[in-house]
C-alpha cells in the first residue's frame, strides 16, 4: 500500500486513494465544499487545495535523491486539489503551510463574494460547511488587512448576484438560488444515486443557477439534497424556520416506511418531530433515505389520541387506563380466549411481535396476524444483502424495487455503474472515492426487470417486460422453461425473447440476485417458483414485503395458525384492518395513535398508542438485519407501548401477562437466540431466524391492482407529502377505460381496503388490457373494480 | 403534433452518427434544429427532445442554456449577432452596435414590431481579420461590415431578399472569405 | 540563406503546404485534391507503413500541437493503448480563441486535407471512428466539410477497407454551439455526449478514458493537417524549418490594423517583424502593444525587442509571454490598454464555463467589476493591490486553463502598461484619446 506523508504523519493508504482521504486518514483537516461521499469527486469547488510532491524513479529504477543523498520531492508547480489527486507511494502532502493556508482562505473569500451571507435566518445555521469555514478563513489577519492594518473578511465590495431567493423546486424543497455555491452536489446526487435527472446547472458563467424543468422533482429520493447542501441553499421545506440546528434533539432511529430500515435522525424540539434526516448506515443506506421516510412524518404529530377512550353510546369518550381496563374487562367477560384475534401492524417490532405470539399462545388463539403480511412468508427465502447487489452478475427484478423498497433502487443503480463497496479508512467512508466517476451510465445487460406494471428499474434493464396482474406464476413458470433449454411459452404479455435473455443473462452470471415483490409474495404459486428457482440455482433473494418487519414478526410466529376460527373480539394495533374481520368480531380493541373512520366505527375501547418516532424496539429488515428503533422525544400524552398494552389486554382478559416490558422481551431473546438487542452492530446485526411457517393465500380476486407505492398509508402522511402526492392517480389502457365507458380525467371515488379514495383516471398505454391500477396503501392487491363518478366530476 | 413527427428520416441519420446506446449525443443537433426552424426552442420542444435521446427535460435545459446559440425567447427573423470582441473592437463593432441597436430601436433579448429583427451580442466568430463581424441566424458570416455594406445589408433585408443573395450583393463581397484580405492597397515592405 | 534551419518565409527552401491551395477556385472539391495528389499520401500509409512507424515519424518530425499547448503529436498518439477496443480520433475544430482563425480556412478551401490527415492519424491510433467538432458558427466551414466528406464516401475514400487496407474510417461532423470551453479537450467530449460542456478531472486522460469511456485523441485542425505533409515528404524535411524544439511549418494569424490581415504560413521561428511587416502589410497606424499568439497569451511591447523575437514556443515563454495559436493582433496607440483588457476579461467572464470557484467568481464575477470600476475612473490603488491579489488567487488555481488563459493578459498589460492603469486611478480617464474605428 502506498505511503504517504501528511504534514508530519505517514500512513499507509490503499492505491487509489485520495489525497485528500489520506488527509483524513492520518488525522489532518482539509476544508472542502464539493466532494461528498459516494459521488464522484469533481474538483470544482477549489476549496482543498494542498501543496503535493511526490518522489520519482531513475531510468536506473531507483528512486531520485538530491545532493544530500535524500530521495527527491518533485513538488507539483501549482497547488492541488487533494479530491482529485490520487495519492502515490513516497508522496508528501502539506496542509499547513501559509502558502497553502493563504490560497484555502482566497478560496473563502471568492465563496463567499457573491454569498448573502443572511445566516440569522438560515435554517442551515449552525451546521453549514461555508459558515464554519468562513469562521475559520474569514478573519485571517495574516492575509486580509485593511489600509489601517484592521481585519477584513471580504474585499468584494459589489452588489452581489441577486438571483430567486424562496425558489419551491417541490412540496418538499425550497431553493435558495443566492445562497449556492456550485459544489454540484446535488446535481451528481440526482445522476448518480437514483439516477433521476431531474435538478441541473442552467446557464453558465457567473450565471449558473441551479433548476429543474420537470415540475415537483419526480423522484423517491429527492429529500437527500438537503442533507448533502453544504450550505443554504437546498432545504426541507416542511421542516422549513421550525427551528435552529442546536436546539433540535437528535435521535438515532431507524425508519419502518419499508423493510429495509433504513437508518434515520429524528430531529424533535419542544416535543415534535420537525424533521427526519439521513444517518449513515455504508451496509443499508449509506447516506441516503427515501423520501417516504423523511417527508412522511407529519401525521405523528397529527389529531393523536392522548388518553384512553371508551365507547358510550355512538361515541368514544375519555377515559382514564383503568376505567379502560375495567371496558375491557367487560367486554371479554363472556368471550372463549380461542376465540379472542390479535392484529399486529406490520412495523410492530421484534419485541412486540415476541409478546403478541407469547399471548396468542396464552390464549390458545390461532388468529394472530400483522398488517401487511404475505402469502407467503418472507423469511421462505435466502436473504440477501444489499452488499451482495454490488457482487452480484445479473439481477432479476419480479415488482418494482423503486416504490416497494426504495433504497434497494439505489444499491441496484450503483451496481449497473460500477460502483464498488468503497474502502473503510479511520475517518469512515472516503469523501472523495476516485473509483466513482461522473457521467457513468448504467448498464443494463446485468438487469432483468419486469412486473405488472411499467417501472423506473425497466428504463435500465436490457431485458424487461411487463405482465398482467395475477401472471407472476406464469412468467415465472416461462423463465423455468428458458432455464432448463425450453422454449418458453409467452407469458402474459412478455415477450418470450426478453424471458430467454433473461434467462440467458441469469445461467451465464455467477452471482445472482432475486427480488421479488409483493405481487409474487400475495401469489402461493408464484413464490414457491421464485423460490424454487432461487434455491436451486444459489440466488440470493430479497422479498420485498408490504410490512416492514414482516420477518422479524414471522420469526417471533406472528401467522395465522390453520385452524383459526372466526375471532369474537379483537386487539388491534394495526390502524387500518379489513372491514370483514371487524365485521366478525363483537368487541373491538384498538391501540393506535389517533383516530380514523374504522376506530370511531368499530372501537369499543381505544387506548392511546405511541408511533414508530418513540419506541424502543427491534426490526428484521428484508436483509436479516436486527435494527434498533430508539424513542424521540415527541409529546404524546398518555400513550403506552406495544408491549404495555398487550399486557393490559391480557389482565382484562383474565391471564398472566407473558411480557410486560421490552427489557423482558430482550431478555428472553437473548436467552434464545444469543443475540442482545441492546447492543447491536452499529451498522446492524445479520440474524438469520429459523423459521418454518406455511402459506396462508389472501384472497385475490378482480380487475382492480392496487399497486405498490412508498407512501404506503395516505391517511397517515399530513399536510406536505399529501399535497405532494396530490390527486391519486388511477391508471389504465385507454380501451379498458372506455369499454367502462370512463374518459382520461374523470375523477371517480374507488372503493378499496382502505376506504373509498378519490382518484383521477389517466390513460396508460403501455399497462395491460382489462386492469385498473391504484397506487393505495395496501399493496399488489387484486380486488374488484368498483368506482362511481361523482356528480360534477368532469370528464375531459 | 411534434416538431420531429415528420422529420424521421433526417432523426435516424443524426442518431446514426453516435452509438446506438448514446442518443444522448444527438442532443446539441437537435435542438440546433428547432433553433433553426423556430427561431427559439420552447419548453415543450425541450420535452420532445429529451423523450427522443432518452433525458430528462431538465438536462436538455441545462444543456441549451449553457450555449449561446440557442434561444428559449423568440428572436426576429433576422437574428444579428456581432461580435464585440477585440479584434472587431478594434474596427469599430461597439459603434457598428449602437448604430444598429438604435437603427432598429431593439436591445437584446427584444424584437422588432414587424418580427424581421433581433440582436446579440456574441463573442469572437474566429473571422478576425474581417472586422466588424456578423452573423444572421445560422448562416454564413456576413463580413468587414462597414458602414456602407450595412447600409445595404439592412436594406436587402428589409425587402426579404433571400439572406444569401443579400449578402452576395453588399459592395467588395468578391474579398471576402478569404484568408487574407487587402486593405486600401500597400506593398509588403 | 540556404543552409541551416529554415526561419523565413522569404527562404528559398520553402514552399506552404498546409495553406497551398487555399483561396484556388474550387479548391474544396473531391477533384481538386485529387488532381492535386489528393490521397495518395494516406494510401501509401494504410498499404506501406504499420501504424507505429507513423507514429515514430511524426515523433520524429518534432510536431508539437497547434491548439496552443503544444504538446508533442507524436508522443501524444503514442499514449494509445493497444488493447482492440473502440478508439475514437476528434478534429478539435472548435476554434474559439479570439484571433484565431486557421484552422477556418483549412476546413472552408482544403477540407479533404483535414480528412486525409485524419484518415492517417486513425490509422495511427487505431481509431475506426473520427469526429469533427467544429464550432457552430463556421457554418460555411461545416458545409464544405459535410460536402467533402459526402464525395469522400461516394468515392471509397472513408468507409470501409480504405484502399484496400483493411482499415475502416468513418467520419462525422458535431457542430457546436457557441461556447469557447468546448476547444477544451474533455469538455469538448462532454459537448460531444450531449452534455453541459464542463471540463473533466483528468486522470483519466483521454487516451485512456474518453469519448464514451473509450480511449480518444484529440487532435488540432492544423496538427493533423500537417501530418500529411509530414508523411508526404518525411520527418526531416518537417524538421529542418522552426528551432530547436519548434519544428515546421505553422499558420500565423494577423488582426488589428494591419494593411493585409489574415492568415500566413511561415516556418517555425519567423521573427514577429516578418509576419507583420513583409506579409501582414505592416500597421495602418501607430501600434504600441501587440498579442503574440491569440488572446490568452500576455501582451508584449511593439518595440524592436520584442518585433525580433523568433515566432516559436521557446522564445515567447522566455518572454514571459507564449506562441498560443499564433495570433498576433495590433492593439493601436490610440486604444487604452485598461479598455482593451477589460474587452477580453468580459470575453472570459462569458465563457467561463461556470463549474470551478476561482473563475466563475473571480474572472466571471469579481474582474469585469473590477475593470468596470477602472474604466469609470472610480478605481483607487487599493483596487489595483486588489487586482493583482485576486489574479494570485486565480491563477494556477482553477480547473481547468480558462481561467488562467484570462489572468495572463492582464498580467502582460501590468507588466508593460502599469502606468495607463495609474493613469485611470489618478485621473479617471483613459491615458489616450480615442476616435472613432468603424469605418
Ligand atoms: C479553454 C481552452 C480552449 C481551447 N480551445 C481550443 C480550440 O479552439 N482549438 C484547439 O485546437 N485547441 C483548443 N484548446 C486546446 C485543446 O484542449 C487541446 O489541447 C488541443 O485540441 C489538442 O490538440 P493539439 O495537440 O493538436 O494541439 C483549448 C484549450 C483550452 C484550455
Ligand atoms: S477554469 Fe473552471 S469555471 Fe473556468 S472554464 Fe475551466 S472549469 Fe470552467
Ligand atoms: S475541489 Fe471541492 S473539495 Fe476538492
Ligand atoms: S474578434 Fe470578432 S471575429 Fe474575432
Known amino acids: 500500500m502506498p505511503k504517504v506523508k501528511v504534514n508530519d504523519r505517514t500512513v499507509e493508504v490503499p492505491p487509489g486513494t485520495s489525497a485528500m482521504d489520506a488527509i483524513f486518514h492520518a488525522g489532518y483537516d482539509v476544508p472542502l465544499f464539493c466532494a461528498e461521499r459516494h459521488l464522484s469527486p469533481t474538483g470544482s469547488c477549489r476549496m482543498c487545495l494542498v501543496k503535493a510532491g511526490a518522489p520519482r524513479k531513475g531510468p536506473d529504477g531507483e528512486w531520485i535523491t538530491d545532493e544530500s543523498g535524500e530521495i527527491k520531492i518533485f513538488w507539483f508547480p501549482k497547488l492541488m486539489a487533494s479530491c482529485t489527486l490520487a495519492v502515490s507511494d513516497g508522496m508528501v502532502i502539506d496542509t499547513l503551510s501559509d502558502e497553502v493556508r493563504h490560497a484555502q482562505s482566497g478560496m473563502v473569500e471568492l465563496t463567499l463574494a457573491n454569498h448573502p451571507l443572511d445566516c440569522p435566518t438560515c435554517d442551515k445555521g449552525g451546521a453549514c460547511d461555508l459558515q464554519d469555514r468562513a469562521y475559520e478563513y474569514g478573519l485571517d489577519e495574516k492575509f486580509y488587512t485593511g489600509p489601517t492594518g484592521e481585519p477584513v473578511y471580504t474585499r468584494y465590495e459589489f452588489t452581489k448576484r441577486h438571483v430567486d431567493k424562496h425558489h419551491p423546486l417541490s412540496e418538499f424543497i425550497i431553493l435558495d438560488r443566492e445562497r449556492c455555491i456550485h459544489c454540484k452536489r446535488c446535481v451528481r446526487y440526482f445522476e448518480e444515486i437514483p439516477g433521476d435527472q431531474v435538478l441541473d446547472f442552467i446557464e453558465r458563467a457567473v450565471h449558473t443557477f441551479i433548476g429543474t424543468a420537470d415540475e415537483g422533482l419526480p423522484s423517491n429520493f429527492s429529500g437527500n439534497i438537503t442533507d448533502i447542501c453544504p450550505v443554504g441553499a437546498l432545504l426541507d421545506r416542511v421542516a422549513r424556520f421550525r427551528g435552529r440546528n442546536w ?16 437508518y434515520i435522525w429524528i430531529d424533535a424540539r419542544s416535543g415534535r418531530i420537525e424533521r427526519i434526516r439521513a444517518r449513515e448506515n455504508p451496509e443499508l443506506n449509506d447516506i441516503w433515505i427515501s423520501d417516504a421516510a423523511r417527508f412522511g412524518h407529519e401525521w405523528a404529530d397529527m389529531d393523536r389520541i392522548t388518553t384512553p377512550l371508551v365507547r358510550k353510546g355512538d361515541a368514544l369518550e375519555p377515559a382514564t387506563w383503568e376505567e379502560a381496563l375495567a371496558a375491557m374487562r367487560r367486554g371479554l367477560e363472556d368471550v372463549d380466549r380461542t376465540r379472542i384475534g390479535l392484529l399486529l401492524p406490520g412495523d410492530a417490532t421484534l419485541e412486540e411481535g415476541m409478546a403478541a405470539a407469547a399471548l396468542a399462545s396464552q390464549f390458545g388463539t390461532g388468529y394472530l396476524d400483522f398488517e401487511g403480511r404475505t402469502a407467503v412468508p418472507a423469511t421462505n427465502f ?3 444483502t444489499f452488499a451482495s447487489v454490488l457482487e452480484a452478475d445479473y439481477i432479476l427484478v419480479l415488482g ?31 469523501v472523495a472515492d476516485l473509483a466513482i466517476r461522473e457521467h457513468t451510465p448504467p448498464d443494463g445487460s446485468l438487469l432483468g426487470a419486469f412486473a405488472p406494471h411499467p417501472t423506473r428499474v425497466m428504463e435500465w434493464a436490457a431485458s424487461r417486460g411487463v405482465f398482467a396482474p395475477g401472471q407472476a406464476a406464469a412468467f415465472l413458470a416461462a423463465f423455468e422453461a428458458a432455464l432448463a433449454g425450453r422454449e418458453p411459452e409467452e407469458a402474459a404479455g412478455v415477450s418470450p425473447e426478453a424471458v430467454k435473455r433473461a434467462a440467458e443473462s441469469w445461467k451465464s452470471a455467477e452471482r445472482r440476485v432475486l427480488f421479488v415483490g409483493a405481487e409474487v409474495l400475495m401469489d402461493v404459486k408464484a413464490a414457491q417458483l421464485a423460490e424454487k428457482i432461487a434455491k436451486s440455482q444459489g440466488a440470493v433473494v430479497f422479498a420485498m414485503t408490504p410490512a416492514a418487519n414482516a420477518r422479524g414478526l414471522e420469526a417471533m410466529g406472528v401467522w395465522p395458525a390453520g385452524d383459526a376460527r372466526a375471532p369474537r373480539a379483537v386487539f388491534t394495533a394495526a390502524e387500518d384492518p379489513a372491514a ?13 395513535p389517533r383516530l380514523n373512520d374504522k376506530v370511531r366505527r368499530y372501537a369499543d375501547v381505544v387506548l392511546p398508542a405511541k408511533t414508530p418516532y418513540e419506541k424502543r424496539g427491534t426490526l428484521l429488515n428484508v436483509e436479516n438485519r436486527l435494527v434498533g428503533l430508539e424513542p424521540a422525544h415527541v409529546r404524546a400524552g398518555e400513550a403506552e407501548g406495544l408491549v404495555q398494552a398487550l399486557a393490559l389486554f391480557a389482565s382484562a382478559a383474565g391471564v398472566e401477562p407473558p411480557l410486560r416490558f421490552v427489557r423482558q422481551a430482550r431478555a428472553r431473546f437473548l436467552d434464545r437466540y444469543k443475540v442482545n438487542l441492546d447492543r447491536l452492530d452499529p451498522y446492524g446485526t445479520i440474524w438469520r431466524p429459523r423459521v418454518s411457517l406455511a402459506p396462508r393465500p389472501l384472497s385475490q380476486e378482480g380487475n382492480l391492482y392496487l399497486k405498490p407505492s412508498m407512501w404506503k398509508a395516505r391517511h397517515r402522511l399530513g399536510e406536505a407529502a399529501g399535497r405532494a402526492l396530490g390527486v391519486l392517480e388511477l391508471a389504465a389502457h385507454p380501451e379498458t377505460a372506455l369499454a367502462e365507458g370512463l374518459d382520461e380525467g374523470a375523477v371517480l371515488e374507488v372503493e378499496t381496503p382502505a376506504g373509498a379514495l378519490s382518484a383521477r383516471l389517466v390513460f396508460d398505454a403501455g399497462l395491460p388490457a382489462g ?26 | 403534433m411534434g416538431f420531429f413527427d415528420d422529420k424521421q428520416e433526417w432523426l435516424a441519420e443524426v442518431f446514426a452518427q453516435y452509438p446506438e446506446d448514446r442518443r444522448r449525443s444527438a442532443l446539441m443537433p437537435l435542438l440546433r434544429r428547432v433553433q433553426q426552424e423556430e427561431g427559439y426552442v420552447d419548453f415543450e420542444r425541450m420535452k420532445e427532445i429529451a423523450a427522443l435521446v432518452g433525458t430528462t427535460a431538465t438536462e436538455v435545459a441545462g444543456v441549451m442554456s449553457f450555449y449561446s446559440y440557442y434561444q428559449g425567447l423568440p428572436t426576429g427573423k433576422y437574428h444579428i449577432q456581432v461580435c464585440r470582441t477585440l479584434s472587431c473592437k478594434l474596427a469599430g463593432s461597439d459603434e457598428l452596435w449602437h448604430t444598429l441597436s ?47 455594406r450595412l447600409e445595404a445589408l439592412l436594406e436587402g433585408l428589409m425587402q426579404d431578399k433571400p439572406l444569401e443573395e443579400v449578402r452576395r450583393s453588399l459592395p467588395d463581397e468578391d474579398k471576402m472569405g478569404k484568408a487574407t484580405i487587402e486593405l486600401e492597397g500597400g506593398e509588403p515592405s | ?22 483561396g484556388k477556385p474550387n479548391s474544396w472539391t473531391l477533384d481538386y485534391y485529387l488532381s492535386h495528389g489528393g490521397y495518395q499520401v494516406a494510401e501509401a500509409v494504410l498499404k506501406g507503413k504499420q501504424p507505429d512507424e507513423v507514429v515514430e515519424e511524426v515523433k520524429k518530425s518534432g510536431l508539437r500541437g497547434r491548439g496552443g499547448a503544444g504538446f508533442p503529436t507524436g508522443v501524444k498518439w503514442s499514449f494509445m493503448p493497444k488493447d482492440g477496443q473502440q478508439h475514437y480520433l476528434i478534429a478539435n475544430a472548435d476554434e474559439s480563441e479570439p484571433a484565431s482563425f ?7 478551401d482544403d477540407p479533404h486535407q483535414l480528412i486525409e490527415g485524419m484518415i492517417i492519424g486513425g490509422y495511427a491510433i487505431a481509431a475506426t471512428k473520427g469526429y469533427i467538432y467544429i464550432r457552430g458558427e463556421y457554418r460555411k466551414a461545416y458545409d464544405r466539410l459535410v460536402g467533402a466528406i459526402k464525395e469522400a464516401y461516394e468515392r471509397g475514400y472513408l468507409g470501409k477497407n480504405l484502399f484496400g487496407s483493411g482499415f475502416d474510417f468513418d467520419l462525422y461532423v458535431h457542430r457546436g454551439a457557441g461556447a469557447y470551453i468546448c476547444g477544451e479537450e474533455t469538455a469538448l467530449m462532454n459537448s460531444l455526449e450531449g452534455l453541459r460542456a464542463n471540463p473533466r478531472m483528468k486522470p483519466p486522460f483521454p487516451a485512456q478514458s474518453g469519448l464514451y469511456g473509450k480511449p480518444t485523441t484529440i487532435n488540432n485542425i492544423e496538427s493533423l493537417a500537417s501530418v500529411v505533409h509530414i508523411m508526404q515528404r518525411g520527418a526531416d524535411w518537417f524538421a529542418q524549418m522552426g528551432t530547436e524544439r519548434s519544428k515546421g511549418t505553422k499558420l500565423f494569424q494577423v488582426s488589428g490594423p494591419a494593411r493585409r490581415p489574415g492568415v500566413y504560413e511561415l516556418p517555425m521561428g519567423t521573427p514577429f517583424r516578418e509576419l507583420i511587416y513583409d506579409w501582414a502589410g505592416g500597421p495602418t497606424e501607430p501600434i504600441k502593444a501587440f498579442i503574440p499568439g491569440g488572446s490568452s497569451t500576455p501582451l508584449l511591447p511593439f518595440t524592436d525587442e520584442y518585433l525580433d523575437l523568433p515566432m516559436d514556443y521557446e522564445s515567447l515563454v522566455a518572454a514571459n509571454s507564449s506562441l498560443g495559436t499564433g495570433g498576433v493582433v495590433l492593439i493601436p496607440e490610440s486604444v487604452c490598454i485598461v479598455d482593451a483588457m477589460w474587452n477580453l476579461i468580459r470575453f472570459y467572464a462569458h465563457e467561463s464555463c461556470g463549474k470551478c470557484t476561482p473563475c466563475r467568481e473571480g474572472v466571471s464575477g469579481w474582474l469585469p467589476q473590477l475593470f468596470e470600476k477602472f474604466e469609470s475612473g472610480k478605481a483607487t490603488r487599493e483596487d489595483l493591490k486588489t487586482m493583482e491579489d485576486l489574479l494570485d488567487q486565480i491563477e494556477g488555481r482553477s480547473f481547468c486553463p480558462l481561467a488562467d488563459a484570462a489572468v495572463w493578459p492582464i498580467r502582460g498589460a501590468l507588466r508593460h502598461f502599469r502606468d495607463e492603469f495609474l493613469h485611470h486611478i489618478e485621473h479617471g480617464t483613459c491615458a489616450v484619446k480615442s476616435g472613432p474605428r468603424w469605418r
Open chain 1, 247 to 262: 436546539e433540535f434533539e437528535q435521535t438515532p432511529s431507524v425508519s419502518v416506511d419499508d423493510a429495509s430500515g433504513q
Open chain 1, 382 to 384: 435466502p436473504a440477501a
Open chain 1, 400 to 430: 418494482d424495487p423503486t416504490e416497494e423498497l426504495p433504497i434497494a433502487h439505489v444499491w441496484i443503480h450503483k451496481r449497473l455503474r460500477g460502483v464498488k463497496m468503497p474502502q473503510r479508512l479511520n475517518h469512515g467512508t472516503p
Open chain 1, 580 to 592: 370483514d374481520l371487524l365485521e366478525m368480531a363483537d368487541f373491538h380493541v384498538f391501540h393506535v
Open chain 1, 771 to 796: 386492469w385498473f391500477y391504484l397506487p393505495a396503501g395496501v399493496p399488489a392487491m387484486r380486488l374488484p373494480f368498483r368506482a362511481l363518478v361523482p356528480r360534477g366530476g368532469e370528464a375531459s
Open chain 2, 102 to 148: 438604435e437603427r432598429l430601436g431593439i436591445l437584446p433579448g427584444e424584437v422588432t414590431a414587424d418580427g424581421r429583427f433581433s440582436l446579440q451580442a456574441v463573442e469572437c466568430l474566429g473571422s478576425c481579420h474581417t472586422g466588424p463581424v456578423i452573423q444572421i441566424n445560422d448562416e454564413h458570416y456576413v463580413e468587414r461590415v462597414t458602414k456602407a
Open chain 3, 1 to 22: 540563406m540556404s543552409e541551416g534551419p529554415i526561419t523565413s518565409g522569404h527562404d528559398p527552401r520553402f514552399t506552404p503546404t498546409l495553406f497551398a491551395h487555399v
Open chain 3, 102 to 108: 486557421k484552422d477556418r480556412y483549412i476546413m472552408e
